[in-house]
Every structure is written in structure tokens, then in C-alpha cells.
């Protein structure tokens, strides 16, 4: 008589532990479920800032840029524009993590709405890593339907880690 009742008793301690083991697995299971989501946006993070360095890598320069004035002048010479710079003044170097940044002032004068549009296309364009990060447009004194900018380039040099 004691033995189904002892038998019974192992089955409902043996369901305990088998409830407490599910409860505690299905704990586990949500906690790996989180862990996963985090590393899968990590990854895709990863993904997309090594897509961003691959981009700026490639865009060095395959000919060796002296610097922002020597940059500045490649890119209006192959505009055809270089008669139409008034200046370029180196305004800051500092330097970046394996990286070298230059800016300068370049001003331009009497240029049309094309060839500004072609400036602007050529910078985003060119073969290095050269970008505006400041523009001002005004209209010219002599001739309202021409244009002077005034910018500030910026040239990023990637120094070869050896």
C-alpha cells in the first residue's frame, strides 16, 4: 500500500524538478533570445562602419596630394575653373587618429550656376577625401547673374600605418 504511494510521491518530485529545469530553460532561453537581438545589431553596425571605411579608403588619392592648396587646385584645374580662384588659404592642420586633416579658405568669383554645380560635383567626386564644411554663395557686385563663393575645404590624408 505504501508502495504506489511512494511511487506517486517520486512522480510529483520529479515533475517539481522538471517544472523548476523548464522554467529556469525558458529563462535562459529568453536571456539568449536579448543577447542575440544586441549582437545581431552589432553586427549590423559593424557591417555598416566597415562599409564607411572601405568607402574612404578607396577615395585615397592614388597620387600623392601634397596637401589642401595642392588638392584645391587639382580639382579646379580639372574643372577648367582655376582662373575663377581668388584664393587659397591654408587656415588648419591637426591631426586625427592615423589620419591627417587640412582645411583651407578657398574663394571663387564670377562663376554660374553650372559651373558652381560642377565644383560641388567634383569635390564630392574627387579620387581623396576632400569635403566642404562650409559654403557661403552671394551674388556678385559687377554681375547679379554670377556667383562668389567662399568656402572651407577639408582634406583628409590617411597616414600608412607601418
Known amino acids: 500500500n505504501l508502495l504506489p504511494i511512494g511511487g506517486i510521491g517520486v512522480l510529483i518530485v520529479l515533475?517539481?524538478?522538471?517544472?523548476?529545469?523548464?522554467?529556469?530553460?525558458?529563462?535562459?532561453?529568453?536571456n539568449l533570445r536579448v543577447q542575440q537581438k544586441e549582437m545581431s545589431l552589432l553586427k549590423e553596425e559593424f557591417a555598416s562602419l566597415k562599409n564607411r571605411m572601405d568607402s574612404l579608403k578607396s577615395r585615397k588619392s592614388l597620387t600623392k596630394i601634397g596637401g589642401i592648396v595642392q588638392?584645391?587646385?587639382?580639382?579646379?584645374?580639372?574643372?577648367?575653373l582655376k582662373d575663377k580662384i581668388k584664393s587659397v588659404k591654408p587656415v588648419s592642420r591637426r591631426e586625427i587618429k592615423d589620419a591627417l586633416?587640412?582645411?583651407?579658405?578657398?574663394?571663387?568669383?564670377?562663376?554660374n550656376m553650372n559651373e558652381m554645380i560642377n565644383i560641388f560635383y567634383k569635390i564630392e567626386n574627387t579620387p581623396m577625401i576632400l569635403s566642404i564644411k562650409k559654403a557661403a554663395i552671394k551674388t556678385s557686385f559687377e554681375n547679379p547673374e554670377l556667383l562668389n563663393i567662399t568656402m572651407t575645404l577639408s582634406l583628409v590624408k590617411i597616414q600608412d600605418s607601418k
Open 101 to 111: 586633416e587640412e582645411e583651407a579658405e578657398v574663394q571663387i568669383e564670377k562663376v
Open 71 to 80: 588638392a584645391a587646385d587639382e580639382v579646379f584645374a580639372t574643372s577648367g
Open 15 to 30: 515533475g517539481i524538478l522538471s517544472a523548476n529545469a523548464l522554467s529556469s530553460a525558458k529563462t535562459e532561453l529568453a
